[in-house]
């Protein structure tokens, strides 16, 4: 029993069409993600008496836009005063991402800040942030 369906050209056409829509959605949904920035990054760093420690939160605004709130908490001592009290920075930055590298680009500075796929660290310039959520 043959298939009457393919002896119509009008239905040859329509089943070509599907199978080609098919592959066009098949094939263009297997793109490389977008990396998700989005979450609260930690940072610590201690060299000879002094301390830093960096909070990260990002969060995605709209499309590509990301507003990343950054808190430093710090004590650096000198050999003069000895050890100084705790102080304390908040930055807000505005980045967008970049489709062509998957970076985030920040505007004000330029600052390149970029997210590992195996570790899910968050890389700005030669600093690195663990995810913690």
């Not at 970049?98 to 310039?125: F, M, Q």
Request: with cysteine; net charge positive.
């Amino acid at each position: 029993m043959e298939m009457m369906v393919f002896k119509q050209p009008g239905l040859r056409l329509l089943w070509a069409g599907f199978a080609l829509m098919f592959w066009v959605l098949a094939i263009g949904g297997c793109g490389t993600p977008a990396p998700r920035f989005a979450g609260t990054y930690v940072s610590k760093v201690e060299s000879a008496g002094n301390e830093v420690y960096d909070t990260l939160r990002v969060e995605k605004v709209s499309g590509g836009v990301y507003l990343l709130h950054r808190s430093s908490r710090f004590r650096i001592e000198s050999e003069e005063v000895g050890a100084r009290e705790w102080k304390l920075e908040r930055e807000e930055w505005t980045a967008d991402l970049s489709e062509a590298t998957g970076l985030l680009i920040e505007r004000r500075h330029g600052r390149r800040i970029s997210l590992d796929k195996e570790s899910g660290d968050l890389r700005v310039a030669s600093r690195r942030y663990k995810k913690i959520k």
